[in-house]
């Protein structure tokens, strides 16, 4: 059992920044893929991006490539996601998730938590 908290969540002016976490309990988080989903209100969960157990391959969707990096810090059980640039249309309720398969689909992660809201004001 894998359990996922984010943090770094917040409010924030168009071309700002922002760094997510999401610390991970467990023993074996290196061999699980981290990923990073979000929703807007009215809107599906859509695919952010990424990131293999050993840190590479690393995906993202394209509305955010360039702007947008993920890593991870095995040693501390912990994913990230860096957000420069962002506008307005990223607002939404960010979730990380884990699973074993690198996958762009939701339904292929086992784990995943809370959410952490991301505003951007224009």
């Known amino acids: 059992q894998v359990q996922l908290v984010e943090s770094g969540g917040g409010l924030v002016q168009a071309g700002g920044s922002l760094r997510l976490s999401c610390a991970a309990s467990?023993?074996?988080?290196?061999?699980?893929?981290m990923g990073w989903f979000r929703q807007a209100p009215g809107k599906e969960r859509e695919f952010v991006a990424t990131?293999?157990?050993?840190?590479?391959?690393?995906f993202y969707a394209d509305s955010v490539k360039g702007r947008f990096t993920i890593s991870r810090d095995n040693a501390k059980n912990t994913v990230y996601l860096q957000m420069n640039s962002l506008k307005p249309e990223d607002t939404a309720a960010y979730y990380c998730?884990?699973?074993?398969?690198?996958?762009?689909?939701?339904?292929?992660?086992?784990?995943w938590g809370q959410g952490t809201q991301v505003t951007v004001s224009s």
């Open positions: 467990g023993r074996t988080f290196s061999s699980y893929t």
């Open positions: 990131i293999s157990g050993t840190g590479l391959p690393k």
């Open positions: 998730a884990g699973g074993r398969l690198n996958s762009q689909t939701s339904g292929a992660y086992n784990y």
